[in-house]
């Protein structure tokens, strides 16, 4: 407890031990050690006999002294490291020399702690002493940590793998929330309110203004997303970014090649709309990536990748078509799409560009946008049309009925183009906001085969159920049910569990508005097997739950309301016929 003293030419503990053990007179052994040990002040020693007067113990005395005493010394080496005097630093480094062997005693460790915080650059062997002692190592600030973390990649990554995991369970989380609303999804929090989230705070509060540190965070976030693919580590990329950027970390955001990008990409997030205006600084950005500096480009495409980014640029570009089709103008004479386009192109290549570390941008398909992008207006034409006919006076309107099949090259490029399925996700999610139901059971069962399975991908999935939410009085009927759930959600939940679980999602949400002989059959269809999940059997446990709720609620068939009245028998008579 009182290691280091001797080493300061204080005498502790065994010093006192030794001198009682060799003493004759052990009474004036204690008085001359506690003249020589206690508080040199030589006016204090004849107020002390007061306090034994008074009942109160040297020790509380004594330490009550030395806590003021250890303040006043925080306090003023905060105030050292923070004045304008040139030589502050040698002033803390030699107080460091003065207490480090103290560093293990409780009540001297703070005032150490302080000193090594307040150093942007502590002794090296200093450093070693601390990153080899684990429980000092735990206890000093975070400053200290990030000279330890810069020299040692490996202590830093098991800093901060516990916190990307946890980061990476809390946003899969949410796309598996019971709570299914168009109003409160996944995309619905604001790129400052993500910000605020754990995770980002302690990693920003990690890095400081270290840029190593940064450019270590980034590497570790472009190899799990090469390992897993998880497009999470996309977003934690740009949060970080935005999260220094809004500490005003200069020293980090003006290294970043990608941070001016960004910041104008994460407006557009806010907006959930990219202008024009933003939209020409954007392209300006892409344009402005020099040869020589093409890994940038590898850093742009995770930014695009992360989904806040993708689901802003997809609603733009359902919105622009959207005007085309208003304008009678052709997709290809609108530049704004195609930056849209290009912008969708190199985030969906983020992945294959930083695996191959080819860095230069996909070139985008052309047919996509001759071929795929007509037949996609083509769709909007009869869902507008459709709409508008409603409307119509019934003598008006005309016996053409809602067309049932999707031109051929909307399907195809479905099936074959990742930046044309992902806009054909969208409208599937912009017909289920605008309630048009016959144009979701004529688009569902194209989805059921698109470009690397993406329909059935999660965070879709999480948005399409939401959606759904607006068309809940058409569950009522088996033809809009057996589009939904036969015709589409069905067709891979026994070999895609997430699949599984946002069936359930949606059963659990829309029961009581779900047709009763389709909640029969796919109660029985969606029972979870052995080998299913924790979480498919909770939520199929919590379903049956709500569905035997439901059935007790309800009157039974045999019992009839009862009106408080009494029955009164009619006596038969000839002038009383029983039956009709």
């Known amino acids: 407890m009182f290691a280091g003293l001797p080493e300061l030419g204080i005498s502790n503990g065994?010093?006192?031990?030794e001198t009682l053990t060799n003493c004759t007179e052990p009474l004036?052994?204690?008085d001359q050690f506690q003249t020589e040990n206690g508080i040199l002040l030589p006016t204090l020693q004849s107020a002390l006999p007061f306090l034994d007067l008074h009942g109160t113990p040297r020790l509380e005395f004594h330490q009550s002294v030395f806590d003021e005493l250890r303040d006043k010394l925080m306090e003023r080496v905060a105030t050292i490291a923070e004045g304008k005097d040139e030589d502050r630093y040698g002033k803390l480094k030699e107080l460091l020399e003065k207490s480090f062997p103290?560093?293990?005693?409780?009540?001297?460790q703070p005032v150490v702690m302080q000193v090594l915080k307040h150093?942007?650059?502590v002794p090296e062997k200093k450093l070693k002493l601390v990153m080899a002692d684990k429980e000092l190592y735990k206890v000093c600030a975070v400053e200290v940590k990030r000279q330890i973390w810069q020299e040692n990649q490996a202590l830093f990554g098991d800093e901060v793998s516990p916190l990307l995991k946890q980061y990476i369970v809390a946003k899969e989380a949410a796309l598996f929330s019971s709570d299914l609303s168009i109003l409160?999804?996944?995309?619905?929090?604001?790129?400052?309110?993500?910000?605020?989230g754990e995770v980002v705070l302690k990693l920003t509060q990690m890095i400081g203004k270290n840029v190593k540190l940064y450019d270590m965070v980034l590497q570790f976030l472009r190899t799990l997303f090469l390992r897993t693919r998880n497009v999470h580590y996309c977003t934690l990329r740009a949060e970080l970014l935005m999260s220094l950027h809004d500490l005003d970390i200069s020293e980090i955001c003006s290294v970043d090649s990608c941070h001016k990008f960004t910041w104008c990409l994460d407006?557009?997030?806010?907006?959930?709309?990219?202008?024009?205006?933003?939209?020409?600084?954007?392209?300006?950005?892409?344009d402005g990536v020099k040869k020589g500096q093409d890994e940038v480009l590898g850093d742009l495409s995770m930014i695009l990748c992360d989904p806040f980014a993708s689901n802003t640029l997809v609603l733009s570009t359902v919105r622009n078509l959207q005007e085309l089709l208003s304008q009678d103008a052709l997709p290809r004479d609108s530049p704004d799409l195609m930056l849209l386009l290009r912008m969708?192109?190199?985030?969906?290549?983020?992945?294959?560009?930083?695996d191959s570390q080819v860095f230069k941008e996909p070139r985008l398909e052309l047919d996509v946008v001759t071929r795929f992008l007509p037949a996609m207006l083509s769709v909007l034409v009869d869902d507008y049309t459709f709409t508008v006919e409603q409307k119509l006076p019934s003598e008006e309107k005309t016996s053409l009925s809602y067309p049932t099949a999707l031109p051929d090259n909307f399907n195809k490029y479905l099936h074959e183009n990742r930046v044309a399925c992902e806009m054909g996700l969208y409208y599937a999610l912009h017909i289920a906001k605008q309630r048009n139901k016959n144009a979701l059971q004529r688009l569902l069962p194209a989805l059921v085969?698109?470009?690397?399975?993406?329909?059935?991908?999660?965070?879709?999935?999480?948005?399409?159920?939401?959606?759904?939410?607006?068309?809940?009085?058409?569950f009522g009927t088996e033809e809009f049910c057996s589009a939904v759930f036969d015709g589409f959600l069905l067709t891979a939940f026994s070999s895609k569990e997430n699949v599984h679980r946002h069936n359930l999602r949606l059963l659990l949400h829309l029961h009581q508005k779900v047709l009763p002989s389709c909640v029969e059959t796919l109660v029985k269809t969606l029972e979870p097997s052995k080998q299913s999940s924790d979480q498919v059997k909770e939520l199929f446990t919590k379903l049956t739950e709500k569905l035997e709720a439901l059935k007790k609620s309800l009157p039974q068939p045999d019992e009839a309301p009862s009106l408080g009245l009494h029955p009164v028998k009619v006596p038969t008579t000839a002038s009383t016929p029983t039956s009709l």
Not at 14 to 17: A, G, N, S, T, V
Not at 186 to 193: E, G, L, R, Y
Not at 449 to 474: C, K, P, Q, R, W
């Open 344 to 354: 969708l192109s190199l985030g969906q290549g983020a992945w294959d560009m930083i």
């Open 14 to 17: 065994e010093d006192l031990k």
């Open 184 to 196: 409160h999804n996944f995309f619905s929090p604001s790129p400052k309110a993500r910000r605020q």
């Open 267 to 286: 407006a557009c997030i806010r907006e959930k709309f990219v202008d024009a205006k933003r939209a020409r600084e954007l392209q300006g950005f892409l």
């Open 449 to 474: 085969e698109t470009y690397n399975d993406m329909a059935f991908g999660d965070i879709f999935l999480h948005l399409l159920t939401a959606h759904l939410t607006l068309l809940s009085d058409e």
């Open 102 to 108: 103290l560093v293990k005693m409780p009540s001297i």
């Open 119 to 121: 150093l942007p650059k």
């Open 28 to 30: 004036k052994a204690i």
